[in-house]
């Protein structure tokens, strides 16, 4: 709780921001805050100035554009779970938000924030992970666009730049024909997944036509699981069962919370019940 | 870009204005600046909720959350829920009715908590209302007369229990 005095600047336009992340030695970005102020708590890190980005205009709300929902980085996990155009337009990424923490993180944390921090376990970017999403990153002078799932690198670290900022993500619409699930085993309600679980399923006359299939909590990065998704390919719902065995892909840690084998275990239950979920929901009108 | 700010906060209804580290939470900011000592210092994550205090009607964690971040807000913690006059609000009496309270440590996040379910007015089942506090913890694991303290100020008056 004494935590060593910092600086704080609130900036009003991503220029100004990332000038000072360039220019100011130990500069950090905030946001929510939700993850860096549980560090600077812990005294895990100690910046000397924070740049509070939460004010600026271009990087707030959610827009519906073409084929895409368009989500600013500063949207926070209770207006994704709550928003009409994220529910009706990507419902996947809906429920992977009302799973993020308790109702106070949900009111702060941001979506940007998130990938930003990239715990291996968050579901938010497990959910942009699923669904093919597109990171838009900037230095307030040029712009680049990111996957998803190339995004993070590691445990907490990610492909972003000192000087960068997550500006918004392009999430494609939930298609015609296809159906989802989010599952996740936690400990306790609020804490993060020991395993999650998110599927998305086209299919058309009873069969998979095409599948995606994440997880995150088994690895270092939330990863797509490809031996599951061609395993997958032309099933019936009642044929899924036999298509699905031991996901041999990941290579989870043991730690505190679960056992490797436990993980893996987890993991193939959730995958087996994310999909069926899937299919049933895939086939609602 | 200073070490120390100058912040006004309405905090239970009053404006105050003060000179703070640019470091500090609105948790610090409110107990060793302001000296509004209700809302208490648990796990420093946003998981315990024992910080718990509304910022323009939403319940944060203000152990998480620095002052410089909501300046210009309106701050309710457990002692602005009283009615006007001073006297406790139906949501208070309720807690003391139905002794929601043991060692009360977490009882001003708690309250708090529960004040923002009443003013999102409807009505919730028991196990809902388990689902709504989960990132509130006791304890002492009192949350028996928590939830019946709660569900008697639904049932006697809803959104008047905010006081």
Same mark, same amino acid.
């Given at each position: 709780?004494?935590?060593?005095p910092?600086?704080?600047v609130?900036?009003?336009?991503?220029?100004?921001a990332?000038?000072?992340?360039?220019?100011?030695?130990?500069?950090?970005?905030?946001?929510?805050? =939700?993850s860096?102020?549980?560090?600077?708590?812990?005294?895990?890190?100690?910046?000397?100035?924070?740049?509070?980005?939460?004010?600026?205009?271009?990087? =707030?709300?959610?827009?519906?554009?073409?084929?895409?929902?368009?989500v600013?980085?500063?949207?926070?996990h209770?207006?994704?779970?709550?928003?009409?155009?994220?529910?009706?337009? =990507?419902?996947?990424?809906?429920?992977a938000?009302?799973?993020?923490?308790?109702?106070?993180?949900?009111?702060r944390?941001?979506?940007?924030?998130?990938?930003?921090?990239?715990?291996?376990?968050?579901?938010?970017?497990?959910?942009?992970?699923?669904?093919?999403?597109?990171?838009?990153?900037?230095?307030?002078?040029?712009v680049?666009?990111?996957?998803?799932?190339?995004?993070?690198?590691?445990y907490?670290?990610? =492909?972003?730049?000192?000087?960068?900022?997550?500006?918004h993500?392009?999430?494609?619409?939930l298609?015609?024909?296809?159906?989802?699930?989010?599952?996740?085993?936690?400990?306790?309600?609020?804490?993060?997944a020991?395993?999650?679980?998110?599927?998305?399923?086209?299919?058309?006359?009873?069969?998979?036509?095409?599948?995606?299939?994440?997880?995150?909590?088994?690895?270092?990065?939330?990863?797509?699981?490809?031996?599951?998704?061609?395993?997958?390919?032309?099933?019936?719902?009642?044929?899924?069962?036999?298509?699905?065995g031991?996901v041999?892909?990941?290579?989870?840690?043991?730690?505190?919370?679960?056992?490797?084998?436990?993980?893996?275990?987890?993991?193939?239950?959730?995958?087996?019940?994310?999909?069926d979920?899937?299919?049933?929901?895939?086939?609602?009108? | 870009? &200073?070490?120390?700010?100058v912040? &006004?906060?309405?905090?239970? #209804?009053?404006?105050?204005?003060?000179? #703070? #580290? $640019?470091?500090?939470?609105?948790?610090?900011?409110?107990?060793?600046v302001?000296?509004?000592?209700d809302?208490?210092?648990g796990?420093?994550?946003?998981?315990?909720?024992?910080?718990?205090?509304?910022?323009?009607?939403?319940?944060?964690?203000?152990?998480?959350?620095?002052?410089?971040?909501?300046?210009?807000?309106?701050?309710?913690?457990a002692?602005?829920?009283?009615?006007?006059?001073?006297?406790?609000?139906?949501?208070?009496?309720?807690?003391?009715?139905h002794? $929601?309270?043991q060692?009360g440590?977490?009882?001003?996040?708690?309250?708090?908590?529960?004040?923002?379910?009443?003013?999102?007015?409807?009505?919730?089942?028991?196990?809902?209302?388990?689902?709504?506090?989960?990132?509130?913890?006791?304890?002492? &694991?009192?949350?028996?007369?928590?939830?019946? $303290?709660?569900?008697a100020?639904?049932?006697? #008056?809803?959104?008047a229990?905010?006081?």
């Amino acid at each position: 709780m004494f935590v060593k005095p910092f600086r704080y600047v609130r900036v009003h336009d991503v220029a100004e921001a990332c000038d000072l992340l360039r220019d100011e030695e130990e500069a950090k970005v905030l946001a929510g805050g =939700q993850s860096l102020l549980p560090l600077i708590n812990a005294g895990l890190f100690e910046p000397g100035l924070l740049v509070d980005i939460a004010h600026v205009p271009a990087m =707030q709300g959610v827009a519906r554009s073409d084929g895409y929902l368009e989500v600013g980085a500063l949207a926070c996990h209770a207006e994704l779970a709550s928003n009409a155009e994220v529910r009706a337009g =990507q419902p996947l990424l809906a429920r992977a938000a009302s799973h993020v923490g308790n109702p106070r993180i949900r009111n702060r944390g941001t979506i940007g924030g998130s990938l930003a921090h990239a715990d291996p376990a968050a579901e938010l970017p497990l959910a942009l992970t699923a669904l093919g999403a597109t990171v838009v990153a900037t230095d307030g002078r040029t712009v680049r666009e990111i996957k998803a799932d190339e995004f993070a690198l590691s445990y907490l670290s990610t =492909q972003l730049r000192a000087d960068e900022l997550v500006a918004h993500l392009r999430v494609p619409l939930l298609g015609p024909g296809w159906g989802w699930s989010f599952t996740e085993l936690s400990r306790r309600s609020g804490d993060f997944a020991i395993v999650a679980v998110a599927v998305l399923l086209r299919c058309a006359d009873g069969h998979v036509l095409e599948a995606r299939v994440a997880a995150a909590g088994v690895g270092e990065r939330p990863v797509r699981l490809g031996g599951v998704e061609a395993a997958l390919s032309g099933a019936t719902r009642l044929e899924l069962p036999e298509r699905l065995g031991p996901v041999r892909e990941v290579d989870p840690a043991s730690d505190a919370v679960a056992s490797a084998e436990y993980r893996r275990g987890l993991l193939a239950t959730l995958v087996r019940r994310g999909v069926d979920e899937a299919f049933a929901r895939s086939e609602e009108p | 870009m &200073t070490d120390e700010l100058v912040l &006004t906060l309405t905090v239970n #209804g009053r404006p105050v204005t003060a000179r #703070g #580290g $640019a470091h500090l939470t609105l948790l610090r900011w409110l107990r060793d600046v302001v000296h509004v000592t209700d809302p208490k210092y648990g796990c420093g994550e946003g998981i315990c909720g024992a910080c718990t205090v509304l910022v323009d009607g939403e319940p944060v964690s203000s152990c998480i959350l620095l002052a410089a971040q909501v300046t210009g807000s309106s701050v309710v913690t457990a002692s602005g829920l009283s009615n006007e006059d001073g006297s406790p609000s139906l949501l208070q009496r309720a807690f003391h009715a139905h002794h $929601a309270a043991q060692c009360g440590f977490c009882t001003p996040g708690m309250i708090v908590a529960a004040a923002a379910l009443l003013a999102e007015g409807g009505n919730r089942s028991r196990t809902e209302l388990r689902e709504a506090l989960h990132g509130n913890l006791c304890r002492c &694991t009192g949350y028996g007369p928590i939830l019946d $303290a709660i569900e008697a100020a639904y049932a006697e #008056g809803g959104e008047a229990g905010v006081g």
